[in-house]
């Protein structure tokens, strides 16, 4: 199927099912994940959509509370441009070009970049990131976690530029004082995920209040386990009201601490008692991966520019995007 006529027969299928939630949000939801069904191609996405059927036939599942609250407040046109950028261009198409390149030139490339970014350094380096983002969707990476340090006029530019793509943006509730949610709820193709303290309320009620579906996160090491295990961590956050419960790896974190939390959201998604979908950042992504290529990988670039990889833990290495393309950092430290 030729994939602008795909990507439009989609988007009319998605666009019908969203209309049906806003009257009957259960019933609108099992028929988009029947219809997409029949509609995706590419290796994720059946399985994507065959185990979310299978959640949806639990009658007391918390996340019929979130769609009903998702389909009450969100904008749909957001929901269907994130949806479709993450689940068609990056989980599809972007997938295919994954995995041929990955099978002719014999070096790993991970659907999802990570990017930590600090304000002056992207102002100093606003060409450098771009030209990182064309090559990154030359690879078949069509979605970007940004860790920003802070909100600035070039992180907007940088994701406004490539509505293509889908980015997840993390914030601290700080960032969404004044105008920025007005900046960021022009951005269609992007998810605001906010960091998880005492102002993430009122931050969250600014972003409902705008239509735009949000993610909260935590940053956690090994001293903060017992509390997310526990169980404790995830419940609280969860009376945000958000989409996603995201927990986020500390550099420092072991790597036996980062298992145990993805096993724990692993868990925490089968048991579906939170109306939040939970997750392990880098561990997820990882998972997400390994379907899509066959062994999975996560990494990314820290604020200063250097590449680093995430297998147990942390690992930096001596790349930098600044001086070297991005196809010659994966070929060279993600070899197959």
């Known amino acids: 199927m030729n994939e602008i006529p795909a990507r439009i027969i989609i988007e009319t299928i998605l666009r019908s ?6 009257q009957h949000p259960e019933r609108g939801m099992r028929n988009m994940i029947d219809m ?3 509609a995706c191609q590419g290796r994720f996405s059946p399985r994507f959509f065959a185990a979310a059927q299978r959640m949806l036939e639990k009658e007391d599942s918390a996340y019929y509370a979130l769609i009903r609250d998702i389909a009450a407040y969100a904008d749909h046109e957001r929901l269907l441009t994130f949806g479709m950028n993450v689940g068609y261009n990056a989980c599809t198409l972007g997938a295919t070009t994954i995995r041929g390149i990955e099978v002719e030139s014999g070096f790993n490339i991970p659907w999802a970049l990570y990017l930590s970014v600090e304000p002056a350094f992207l102002r100093a380096h606003a060409d450098e990131y771009a030209r990182l983002i064309i090559e990154a969707k030359a690879l078949g990476i069509y979605a970007f976690f940004i860790d920003a340090a802070g909100l600035c006029p070039e992180l907007i530019e940088l994701v406004r530029r490539n509505d293509d793509c889908a980015f997840v943006l993390m914030l601290a509730a700080s960032d969404l004082a004044g105008d920025a949610p007005d900046s960021l709820a022009s951005l269609r193709h992007a998810l605001v995920s906010v960091n998880m303290d005492n102002s993430a309320p009122a931050a969250c009620r600014v972003l409902r209040e705008r239509g735009m579906p949000y993610a909260v996160h935590m940053r956690y090491g090994e001293a903060d386990a ?6 404790e961590a995830a419940q609280r ?10 927990f986020v790896a500390r550099s420092d974190c072991p790597a036996d601490t980062r298992r145990r939390v993805h096993e724990y959201a692993d868990r925490e998604r089968e048991a579906q008692r939170l109306p939040g979908i939970v997750c392990e950042l880098a561990g997820d992504a990882r998972a997400v991966d390994a379907v899509i290529s066959g062994d999975g990988c996560t990494a990314g670039f820290l604020s200063d520019g250097t590449f680093f990889t995430v297998g147990g833990a ?3 290495t001596h790349f930098n995007l600044l001086d ?5 950092i994966l070929a060279a430290a993600l070899l197959k």
């Open 237 to 246: 956050t969860a009376s945000l009201g958000a989409a996603f419960i995201a």
């Open 324 to 328: 070297t393309p991005l196809r010659g």
């Open 36 to 38: 997409a069904m029949s």
């Open 17 to 22: 099912a969203l209309r049906q939630m806003k």
């Open 226 to 231: 017992q509390g997310i295990l526990s169980g």
């Open 314 to 316: 942390l690992q930096r």
